[in-house]
């Protein structure tokens, strides 16, 4: 089971087709792009050919793609493509502008007011690949209640919200990224994480993950799997298990499996 945004029926086939990603009705799309879509990130860099814009024939173009929900409810696909010249936010300082573009830091947060006067808390990020600044309100962001069976307190919750690096008791590390497909990324290779929807958990495994903002990692250790990992995946089968008997399962299924609120098992 997966966190989603938004349902895979909305997907504006559509659009997709006239960029050669869907045919008949299907996606002809990698299940990890598949995700991101509808997690409401940007999938991975993708080669599209032979489009038409404006009446102009391109042959092939490398870009990102993302969902963005409509004033009506629908989704309209957005194009990333690969921006000769990075466009700056105007509330952006010279000086934050370039520590992004040059990678120093991971993200800014800032503060504004929008047209109705409510503060927003936003994350700009630089985004290499497409030589771009992403732009994400932090009140949008998902932000898990568990991450290999360890519950996430308020601090570590607001930390991930916020772009920062959350670290668990056995010292697995991850942070929040627009940037990335996955929209985290971590000292490890593979995460589940978990939220509390209705009263029952649902489950996301990222597998493949991106290293921590400008830090360097031991990829064998990376894809070890500890014993919080272990524990969740386990209940995931299980809450699996019981979903197809019909039933939904309870906060009590989990716990007899386990969890408890540091992810030790008791």
Not at 122 to 138: A, G, W
Request: proline content about 3%.
């Amino acid at each position: 089971m997966t966190q989603q945004t938004f349902k895979e029926q909305e997907i504006p086939l559509l659009e997709l087709e006239k960029i050669g990603l869907a045919k008949n009705g299907r996606l002809n799309l990698h299940e990890e792009d598949i995700r991101a879509l509808l997690s409401g990130n940007r999938t991975g860099m993708l080669r599209l050919e032979n489009l038409v814009a404006d009446g102009v024939h391109i042959e092939a173009l490398d870009a990102k793609l993302s969902l963005k929900q409509t004033e009506d409810g629908k989704l309209d696909l957005l194009v990333h493509p690969i921006y000769r010249r990075p466009e700056s936010p105007s509330f952006l300082t010279d000086s934050e502008a370039e520590k992004l573009k040059k990678g120093e830091v991971a993200n800014i947060e800032h503060f504004l007011f929008d047209e109705e006067g409510k503060p927003k808390d936003l994350l700009i990020e630089f985004d290499k690949d497409t030589n771009e600044f992403i732009i994400t309100d932090t009140a949008k962001i998902l932000v898990p209640d568990m991450i290999n069976s360890e519950y996430l307190s308020l601090e570590q919750k607001e930390r991930y919200r916020k772009g920062k690096t959350v670290e668990l008791a056995d010292g697995t590390a991850f942070q929040y990224t627009a940037t990335d497909r996955h929209g985290i990324r971590s000292n490890k290779l593979a995460l589940i994480a978990s939220l509390l929807v209705d009263g029952g958990l649902s489950y996301v495994v990222h597998k493949g993950l991106n290293a921590l903002f400008n830090r360097t990692r031991d990829e064998k250790d990376a894809a070890k799997n500890g014993k919080g990992y272990n524990l969740a995946f386990e209940n995931m089968q299980a809450h699996e298990r019981v979903a197809k008997e019909g039933r939904q399962p309870s906060p009590k299924d989990e716990q007899e499996r386990g969890y408890t609120r540091t992810g030790r098992s008791r």
